[in-house]
């Protein structure tokens, strides 16, 4: 395909490509200016752009009580956070090992955790928050741990079982949501892990185990077949070849089937709130805050808390931008 070249054509094409950003962006930009707002400028007949802003919202959504410093506690974690983003983004320039600094972003983060209740008179939405990185931490790192290890196994093998393990696995990941759950429910209730981390991670992993496993075989479909061998050659094992050789190689790919099985996990709705009643995500949690009895119509509570979900999402996509923008590169052009 050649290249625009015609100055008009291709400030049409600019002009296109900016109207579909505006498009996608401005639903979570109104939310934005909305999560800001009173209550008496959300709900006025003319829609207001020009506003002074409060952030009685998000004091509402995340606190029971507000401390004396709030505001300085506030611009300190904030500060942490976006520090610990640049640093994350900006790993490769810093003279230090990048795992020790990736290491180093996660105990921080941990230690952040671990110290906001201590601080500050969180409410009920943080155990909210606590419970989705339990679930989806762990459900990724499982899911992606095996699926890697089965895609690898299905990429290497041509015989007719890979096919039918295959199709058995998208036909089981067509199927409703609704169509399994209840032995799920029931298994878990009989032996005493219902309403459990353990549980949510279990479902969350067998439910996306098939994306992973077709999205990570395209990966490893690409990787010739002689730079294991030469390595087996050279006295690895098949399993430390794995390691060494050719995760390395596809490891943009990994990264990219994380985000998005880190996605799918993160929006579950149905399963979650189905099989728990403490331990719910911030997905489920959410629906307290569309006209429920506790907020009832109160737009910028509903708006900061929408928001304040997809915040992680967001820092996560930041730090490994470029592995995923890499690993979407390679599967469109190698798978």
């Known amino acids: 395909m050649r290249p625009i070249t015609h100055p008009l054509a291709r400030v049409c094409v600019h002009l296109a490509l ?3 950003v505006l498009v996608s962006t401005l639903p979570f930009i109104w939310t934005l200016l909305n999560s800001f707002k009173t209550k008496r400028d959300a709900n006025a007949r003319v829609p207001k ?7 009685e919202s998000y004091t509402t959504v995340l606190l ?15 500060a942490s956070l976006v520090a610990l ?6 790993a490769k320039y810093i003279p230090f090992p990048n795992k020790a600094i990736y290491w180093g972003i996660v105990a921080t983060l941990a230690v952040i955790m671990w110290g906001i209740p201590r601080v500050i008179d969180v409410a009920r939405i943080y155990d909210n928050f606590l419970s989705t990185v339990i679930v989806s931490v762990g459900a990724v790192t499982i899911s992606v741990g095996i699926g890697a290890l ?5 990429a290497r093998y041509t015989g007719i079982a890979g096919i039918v393990i295959l199709l058995a696995a998208i036909a089981f990941r067509s199927m409703p949501r609704m169509g399994y759950i209840l032995p799920y429910f029931q298994v878990g209730q009989a032996i005493g892990i219902h ?10 992993v ?11 075989r395209a990966f490893f479909l ?21 390691v060494k050789v050719v995760v390395p190689v596809v490891w943009p790919g990994i990264v990219a089937t994380s985000l998005f099985t880190l996605l799918v996990v993160y929006h579950e709705f149905i399963l979650i709130r189905i099989l728990t009643q403490s331990n719910q995500t911030l997905t489920v949690a959410m629906a307290q805050f569309i006209g429920g009895v506790s907020v009832p119509g109160s737009i910028p509570r509903q708006s900061a808390a929408a928001v304040i979900s997809v915040i992680p999402l967001i820092i996560v996509v930041l730090i490994f931008q470029k592995q995923f923008v890499k690993g979407i590169g390679d599967g469109a052009v190698k798978g």
Request: hydrophobic content about 60%; charged content about 15%.
């Open 18 to 20: 900016s109207l579909v």
């Open 49 to 55: 752009l020009f506003f002074t802003p409060t952030v």
């Open 64 to 78: 029971d009580s507000i401390p004396d410093n709030a505001a300085l506690i506030g611009i300190l974690l904030f």
């Open 85 to 90: 983003v640049v640093i994350g983004k900006f």
């Open 150 to 154: 089965a895609a690898y196994a299905l």
């Open 195 to 204: 309403d459990t981390h353990f549980l949510l991670i279990i479902v969350l």
């Open 206 to 216: 067998a439910v996306n185990q098939p994306f992973t496993i077709w999205m990570l």
């Open 222 to 242: 690409s990787v010739p077949r002689e730079i294991e061998e030469a390595a087996m050659v050279d006295g690895a094992s098949r399993l430390k070849a794995f």
